[in-house]
């Protein structure tokens, strides 16, 4: 059923090579309209639910513009993240590796939240990093949006210059903080600068993350809803018309056949929080509106944020590249996650991996390009935070239809054929005893090469001083 893990890995590398070579054969082709390297802009939303968008079938929803991506392109529908909250995955995107390689289990917070976690006081930026590489290669780099990769309660975390990013405007990071809202327009006034160079972006954008900043204008748009579904119809809405402006701008400047667009979700939909009566329309610790008006949509998928059932961690996935991937389509069979996005960005770029580097996803431009493609490596998650309902889950693995889900103990184990059954509701464990055990035996050997504490040169002055 699986293959053995190092012939897997040889044949992995040996896939990247090629493909590598073909992506920078593809570039420096007479066919393409500039020699120079093809943009990148990776839109990462925040707390996207996979049924929040109308083209997945929702019904109060508005998001036209990312419906009008995805018919642009390709949708992938095993698309998952590497953790369902924010920082490590965001972590997985940028570095090509697992979170847990960095000790990054949960969101960055606070030092004392940290030391409890067993976490860092930041991503390590001597790690490989997706910016640095492509600025190495002539890429000029912009980030804008949510930063997590720290905390702005960590007043000492490096800066995003020192993770290869020329240009930042961001929150929830170190240095200056720019409005949420605004995120959108500082990528469209980046894009008109740099037009005439190649360019990485890292949109981060905030939608629908609480606190909720709906405007008034979408508001009234959506006042035949209950007070709850407006508040978030109108954020999504809102963000969506921000995204398509950025989109819009690309095209203005003919900028959109040079531009692999691909737009993701960090995590699934945040847990609709209980009214608090007087106070159910604030977030009291950061002003907005609060998770009373959290109520993404999985379009039935067990869990959300925080579990790794697949509503926490299967989400959207849209690639557009006009005249390479494939136009208005729709692959419900390769799996794909967010380590692979580092080893295929590179290779979109033709830029070569680190020499030593050993990304733990795998090129998956074939995918992108509409060619036949097979993952060849397996996906593992862990997850440390809390584990009531859904979240019980601390560790798990996909290997091809199979995915196994188990707490630290082993004293629960599930097993899904996600193909068949994308909802998990029929535990298969007991009646494939053979897959569980191998997987069981890949996961603990996963978990083993895991650092046992965090690094130290990723500590705030702030935990020396305590």
């Known amino acids: 059923m699986i293959n053995n893990p190092v012939m897997r890995g040889l044949f992995v590398m040996g896939l990247g090579i ?44 508005s998001t036209p513009s990312l419906d009008r991506l995805a018919s642009q392109g390709t949708e992938f529908y095993q698309f998952n993240v590497n953790n369902p909250v924010c920082s490590p995955s965001r972590t997985a995107a ?11 289990h949960q969101h960055f917070s606070a030092v004392e939240a940290h030391v409890a976690m067993g ?76 037009k005439d160079e190649s360019f990485f972006i890292n949109l981060w954008v905030h939608e629908p993350h609480t606190p909720h900043y709906p405007s008034e204008e979408s508001l009234k748009r959506f006042s035949s809803l209950d007070k709850q579904r407006q508040v978030y119809a109108a954020v999504i809405a809102d963000g969506d018309r921000r995204i398509g402006e950025v989109l819009e701008t690309l095209k203005q400047l003919n900028l959109e056949n040079d531009t692999l667009v691909v737009f993701a979700s960090d995590n699934g939909p ?16 950061r002003g907005g509106l609060g998770e ?36 208005g389509k729709i692959n419900e069979t390769i799996e794909i996650t967010a380590v692979d996005l580092l080893p295929t960005f590179c290779a979109v770029a033709g830029v070569k991996l680190p020499e030593g580097y050993m990304p733990d996803g795998e090129n998956m431009l074939r995918a992108f390009l509409g060619e036949p493609a097979v993952r060849t490596k397996p996906i593992f998650w862990e997850w440390q935070g809390t584990h009531a309902g859904d979240n019980w889950p601390c560790l798990g693995v996909r290997q091809a239809q199979w995915k196994l889900l188990m707490s630290d103990d082993k004293s629960r184990v599930e097993l899904y054929d996600i193909p068949a059954d994308r909802l998990e509701s029929k535990n298969l464990a ?8 191998e997987l ?11 650092p046992p504490t965090a690094p130290t040169n990723c500590f705030s002055r702030i935990r020396a001083a305590k």
């Open 119 to 194: 976490m860092p006081d930041w991503l390590d930026p001597q790690a490989p990093m997706l910016p640095r590489i492509l600025k190495q290669a002539g890429y000029v780099t912009g980030h804008f949006g949510k930063w997590h990769l720290s905390n702005t309660r960590v007043t000492d975390a490096p800066l995003p210059a020192e993770y290869g990013i020329d240009e930042y405007a961001g929150f929830n990071g170190p240095g200056a903080q720019i409005k949420v809202n605004d995120t959108c327009a500082k990528a469209i006034d980046f894009i008109k600068r740099h």
């Open 18 to 61: 090629s493909l590598f070579s073909g992506a920078a054969a593809k570039a420096d082709s007479p066919e393409g309209a500039h020699s120079r390297k093809p943009n990148i802009l990776f839109i990462y939303a925040d707390d996207w639910g996979w049924g929040d968008l109308s083209c997945h079938g929702n019904k109060w929803l």
């Open 270 to 285: 945040e847990i609709t929080g209980k009214p608090i009566p007087g106070k159910e329309q604030v977030n009291l610790a």
């Open 440 to 450: 069981v035996a890949m996961v603990e050997t996963w978990k083993a090469e895991l």
């Open 94 to 104: 940028i570095t090509g590796r697992y979170p847990a390689r960095y000790s990054v």
């Open 292 to 327: 009373y008006y959290s109520v993404g949509t999985t379009e039935g998928l067990r869990g959300r944020k925080r579990s790794l059932y697949e509503g926490g961690v299967r989400v959207p996935f849209m690639v557009r590249w006009p005249g390479k991937v494939p136009v």
């Open 430 to 437: 007991t009646q494939r005893p053979e897959v569980v055990k």
